[in-house]
């Protein structure tokens, strides 16, 4: 593993209190301002970093400029969701008839939406009472899955705005 300390700079403090996940899991945690926005618990994926010498997670917000990385701490409460290929396999029936509500075709590939969008998703279709053959709900949990991705990259972008607003009015931001 590959030594990052000039990619990554965090105080001493965050680093002791930073947990180690699996390369590539996506990890929910508990976040102020995703919290304070009506977003719920982000989501992100991680990835496997060492940082003064101890192996740490970072996990990637994406916005419309950059990744934005933060490392993942216990304090944030962090679970670990497993991999893509993990969740989809233990959740197969919700995967299948999401992965037909975000637009792809049956056996087809998910090139209609992204790992993060589909991991949101399934997250969204288990907390509710869904059934798989309501179309509109399925609809619903895709479009607001997409919703919550941009939303987050938007408060990647807009701390302030986003904590000093909290909670936004996403439809006024277009979001």
């Known amino acids: 593993m ?3 300390e000039n990619r990554f700079s965090f105080p001493q403090a965050i680093i002791e209190d930073a947990v180690a996940i699996q390369n590539g899991n996506f990890v929910e945690i508990d976040d102020m301002l995703y919290e304070a926005n009506k977003l719920g618990r982000k989501i992100m994926q991680t990835q496997l970093v060492k940082i003064g010498g101890k192996e740490v997670s970072v996990g990637a917000t994406a916005n419309e400029i950059a990744a934005l990385y933060e490392p993942i701490v216990a304090s944030d409460n ?3 969701l497993g991999s893509l290929k993990s969740i989809t396999d233990n959740n197969k029936n919700i995967f299948l008839a999401l992965h037909q509500a975000f637009g792809g075709s049956p056996g087809g590939s998910s090139s209609s939406y992204t790992a993060i969008e589909m991991v949101v ?3 969204a279709a288990l907390a509710e009472n869904l059934s798989l053959s309501d179309t509109k709900h399925l609809a ?3 479009a607001d899955a997409r919703a919550n991705i941009k939303r ?4 990647a972008s807009h701390h302030v705005e986003a904590f000093a607003k909290a909670p936004l009015d996403w439809r006024s931001l277009g979001l």
């Open 78 to 80: 962090p679970i670990d």
């Open 152 to 155: 987050g990259g938007w408060i």
């Open 121 to 123: 998703a399934i997250r």
């Open 140 to 142: 619903a949990i895709t």
């Open 2 to 4: 590959q030594e990052l």
